[in-house]
């Protein structure tokens, strides 16, 4: 079955950058998208952006350029997100959710990842 | 970017009732093919989104029928009929009709009465 298992939390210190994985089974990674979100707890669900696997091709929600950088290792079927300069307002649960064609969006989800940024 | 408003903000239905949510959009929600692209999840407390509805009105696999998807151009309603207690949590709708960033709505809580 498909499943997206995601690393563990995280706390961080301001200024420092962090690394997020999506770890996928069940499914032709090579041929998905992946998307990142984010959701500061009691809040609503941010879209950051999506990669395609097949060929690193990415877009970003705006808010998040220069922030997230999405990328893929096709040989381990895992979904990264690199999230740099960090601050108290990064501070969010994060999950990463598969798509694979348009007029059916994010089927499945990872469980998501606590990042906490604090000195 | 586009603005989807959902109300209520919270629900109070007892175990069996109907729940009903409206998702209003700043801009009509109809693509340039013909497909209108909202959907609906819901997310209980301490998980991950799932995906209910599709496409205004189609359910996804293992959705039971209890919840139904209506609406067109920039007004849709989900519906959930003989509420259980595993449909508690906030329901979100999104939007994939317009250039990214694709984006959810404000969330409607549903809760036991």
């Known amino acids: 079955q498909v499943k997206l298992q995601q690393s563990g939390a995280e706390l961080v210190k301001p200024g420092a950058s962090v690394k997020l994985s999506c770890k996928t089974s069940g499914y032709t990674f090579s041929t998905s998208y992946m998307s990142w979100f984010k959701q500061i707890p009691g809040q609503s669900i941010e879209w950051i952006g999506m990669?395609?696997?097949?060929?690193?091709?990415?877009g970003y929600n705006q808010k998040f350029k220069g922030k997230a950088t999405l990328t893929v290792d096709t040989s381990s079927s895992t979904a990264y997100m690199d999230l740099s300069s960090l601050t108290t307002e990064d501070s969010a649960v994060y999950f990463c959710?598969?798509?694979?064609?348009?007029?059916?969006?994010?089927?499945?989800w990872g469980q998501g990842v606590m990042v906490t940024v604090s000195s | 970017d586009v603005v989807l408003t959902q109300t209520p903000v919270s629900l109070l239905i007892s175990l069996g009732g109907q729940a009903s949510i409206s998702c209003r959009s700043s801009q009509s929600l109809v693509h340039s093919n013909g497909n209108t692209y909202l959907h609906w999840y819901l997310q209980k407390p301490g998980q991950s989104p799932q995906l209910l509805i599709y496409?205004?009105?189609n359910r996804f696999s293992g959705i039971p029928d209890r919840f139904s998807g209506s609406g067109s151009g920039t007004d849709f309603t989900l519906k959930i009929s003989r509420v259980e207690p595993e449909d508690l949590g906030v329901y979100y709708c999104l939007q994939r009709t317009h250039n990214p960033p694709w984006t959810f709505g404000g969330g409607t809580k549903l809760e036991l009465k």
């Open positions: 990669i395609y696997a097949g060929d690193g091709g990415t």
């Open positions: 959710a598969r798509s694979i064609i348009r007029g059916i969006p994010f089927d499945y």
């Open positions: 496409q205004v009105s």
